[in-house]
């Protein structure tokens, strides 16, 4: 059986002098990653591939009379960050949520509802969620009239802060067929006016006439918030995400938008662990586009839940809930199995694994399927998360030649409670960057996102201080677990790269890979610690194509 190890390396040998560049970044300061030390001087590009990187006098022989130059004036350029865990397609969802958080008046809700309304196709569901009367002067519950006198042509349907009450618009209510006639459920109301009739306002059980009979997003809202979302990645420096459990359906919109031309990211698929999906791609094979732009080469499953919610699989019971051991949400006969599948069919694989005993037997699934290193080790399967490890897993784990797949953002998100969930012995193998690489292991950083917000630049900050953004704890949470920049910014390019098989055409910057790069307003290996998190992305480029540009930059 042949596998596809490595994606195609550059189809040209680069050549010197004879074509002119489509485009010089001169006078910069360039971290390739791959190599330490940074380049000063310029990079060119010709056919969205690097043909030189180095000092400023030796571009001149790629400039022609059609070369355009941009002037860096001594700013930082680093390889386009990657997201090895990310969900696009939710994050274009999450966006086009109204956020209703912080509201003052009914007003102010009406209003952004309506604007959200006039980004969509007329019918389309406008979600939204955050309003609390409470915060309002007027303090009773909200009537539909004048949302519905705002949003006439789309159903609107608005959570409460608290997720116990929603308001609808009229369209909504005549869509659902509520009417002065439908009797409230048990456990629920719809709040009437005095003739009897919804106000469109649900209380608790009622809302669940709603839910399940939002219809599912048509593809050209599937592909609208495709688009969102990237422009959201590209302008915070990312040109390379992932989607972390891709379904048909959602497969289908990243396929359209392709094949017009309109994906204006890298983005690799994972598939999500449906029989009759992965039995169609496992009989087609990994989708390997020689330019990287779109891949569909993963298969993405879960070994368990959340540590938050106790839903992670622990080896001995929760430190804080005596008797509960989690659970594992996918049998290890299922994982080896699915695993077994895609390494015959040439995809990689990576299990969901938060708590020790989720990894232990995402672990023992993994290593059932897995040739022996170093043959295991070029499939590139990958930990999801990675969270709470024995250490031996952690040893284990790297052996293997398994990828840690992990998410700064998640430890310093999670620190105010992590230690109430699994006590002080078992931290020492949460969240451990660290452990994972002096293992001799792989870090492939990313966010989760829209779980964490698409910001890499909190991803860096994070795995640099494990610190919140007011700069606590003192020092950093488990300080002994963080990176250097050079290791975390590696974790946000080559090594994504490498745990996506992208790092043979980006994650670097090097003549021949893709020019797939970030211009900085501040230079992100040398600001403060604390600056990090307010660098700004001033130009984004991806295969040579500028796609983000700050407003108010040359
Ligand atoms: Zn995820």
Redesign the pocket.
Known sequence: MAILLTTAGPAVAPTYGEDAADLILEHGVFHPVATPQPVTGSLAVRDGVIVYLGADAGAAAFAGPDTERVELAGRAVTPGLIDA???LLGLGTALQQVDLVGTESYAEVVRRSAEAAAELPAGAWVQGRGWDQNDWTEKDFPRHGPLSAAVPDHPVWLSRVDGHAALLNQRAMDELGLGAATPDPPGGRFLRDADGRPTGVLVDNAMDVVRGKIPPPSAELRAQRLRLAAEHCLARGLTTVTD??VSAVGLAAYDALAAAGELPIRAALFLTDDDALLAHWFAAGPRIDPTGRLTVRGVKLYADGALGSRGAALVEPYSDDAGNLGLLVTSEDHMREVAEGARQAGFQVGV?AIGDRGNLVALDALQAALPAPPAGAELRWRI?HAQVMRLDDVQRMARLGLIASMQPTHATSDMPWAGDRVGARRLGGAYAWRKVLDAGGRLALGS?FP?ERAAPVLGLYAAVTRQDLDGQPPGGWLPGERLSRAEALRGFTLDAAYSLFLDSLVGSLEVGKRADLVVWDRDPMQVPAADVPSLQADLTLVDGKVVHRRRSTP
């Open positions: 865990h990310s969900h972390m459990g969901h999801e989760d779980v």
